[in-house]
Nanobody, 126 residues
Framework: QVQVVESGGGSVQAGGSLRLSCVVS????????MGWFRQVPGKEREGVAN???????HYTDSVKGRFTISRDNPKNTLYLQMNNLVPGDTAIYYC????????????????????WGQGTQVTVSS
């Protein structure tokens, strides 16, 4: 059984930092495409970053230079380091695994992501 559990969300002021963690069981993060997504109520879910087996990483333009996706293979954990946060980053952040596919979509689409966490809230105040 695959489980995906995020943590690390919270409330920060603009310019602050947070690190999200995603502990995964049942799928090895080192060989599966893993992604971070976010969603604001009433808006479509947005791909934030993903990482494949190489690892190759992709980021949405609005977070490039501020966010870093990484993984710890022995801990089977995915991370999203978020620096210089802005109010526009406020959302529920989700971690997801793209089944047993090792490649990621550079356009950060959510097609093929079969296992999702429950989400963690990130709130950035100005």
């Amino acid at each position: 059984q695959v489980q995906v559990v995020e943590s690390g969300g919270g409330s920060v002021q603009a310019g602050g930092s947070l690190r999200l963690s995603c502990v995964v069981s049942g799928i090895y993060v080192g060989i599966s495409c893993m992604g971070w997504f976010r969603q604001v109520p009433g808006k479509e879910r947005e791909g934030v970053a993903n990482i494949d087996h190489v690892p190759t990483t992709h980021y949405t333009d609005s977070v490039k230079g501020r966010f870093t996706i990484s993984r710890d293979n022995p801990k089977n954990t995915l991370y999203l380091q978020m620096n210089n946060l802005v109010p526009g980053d406020t959302a529920i952040y989700y971690c997801a695994a793209r089944g047993y596919q090792s490649t990621c979509d550079p356009s950060l689409g959510d097609s093929g992501f079969t296992h999702w966490g429950q989400g963690t809230q990130v709130t950035v105040s100005s």
